[in-house]
């Protein structure tokens, strides 16, 4: 679905590799302690508003374990229609599906750019790669978050984000001509989520995408 390009933009990125960097560019993990996950919050469920490509969505991603779970819901009116997506991202797969249509794809995490940029694991190949820096910090949502500038040649990707815990709670970027505006208006930390949040409904029929 071509709406969860709204995530292509804020792509996992997993590995062990490290090195020297520019000063004023990030090598690693912005975190001072080694996180458990994705996130060092264990939880949290963030209502975004979005605007891509001159559409209006609504956007929320849930999370728990420190983000080995993670679900992305996305709504947006296309032609007078209702467009309800989903993206799920559980135990190495990423599940998409759309509840109107009652269809979905699974297909193994590393085929692809699914999810938001993983901040708390970056490596520093990876961060040198993107141009990865720190930009200060900045109140926002009552948080104290770090901003953080990307200038990805390679991906033609280019943003600023502002991060809480591994959160982004705003970014602006382009990734080419595509424009992305995603700003939180609520965020929850660490609430309980119930174990059905992460489950793809019953009633989805769910097909391997090679």
């Known amino acids: 679905m071509a709406i969860l390009a709204v995530f292509a933009t804020l792509f996992s990125c997993k590995n062990n590799s ?13 975190s001072k302690q080694t996180p458990k ?6 939880s949290g469920i963030v209502e975004y508003k ?7 969505m609504k956007q929320t991603l849930a999370f728990d374990d420190y983000g080995k779970e993670e679900l992305t ?8 229609a209702e467009v309800h997506t989903f993206s799920l991202s559980r135990d190495g797969f990423i599940y998409r599906y759309d509840l109107m249509k009652k269809t979905g794809t699974k297909r193994p995490l590393s085929q692809g750019r699914d999810l938001n940029i ?6 520093g190949q990876m961060a040198r790669d993107m141009n990865l820096k720190k930009e200060g910090s ?37 990734l080419g001509s ?11 930390e660490n609430p309980e989520i119930p174990a059905a949040k992460f489950e793809v409904p019953a009633d989805i029929k769910i097909v391997e995408s090679k």
Do not use: H, W
Not at 118 to 123: K, M, R, T, V, Y
């Open 50 to 56: 979005t605007r891509m490509m001159g559409m209006d």
């Open 18 to 30: 490290s090195g020297p960097a520019a000063k004023g560019n990030i090598t690693a993990s912005p």
């Open 118 to 123: 993983d901040f708390e694991n970056l490596s």
């Open 138 to 174: 900045e109140e926002f949502l009552g948080r104290s978050c770090e901003k953080m500038s990307i200038d990805y040649t390679k991906m033609q990707m280019k943003g600023t984000y502002l991060l809480y815990k591994g959160v982004a709670l705003k970014v602006d970027s382009d």
């Open 37 to 42: 996950g994705k996130y060092s919050i264990k």
């Open 178 to 188: 595509v424009k992305m505006n995603l700003v939180a208006g609520k965020f929850l």
């Open 73 to 80: 819901e996305v709504i947006v009116e296309m032609m007078g």
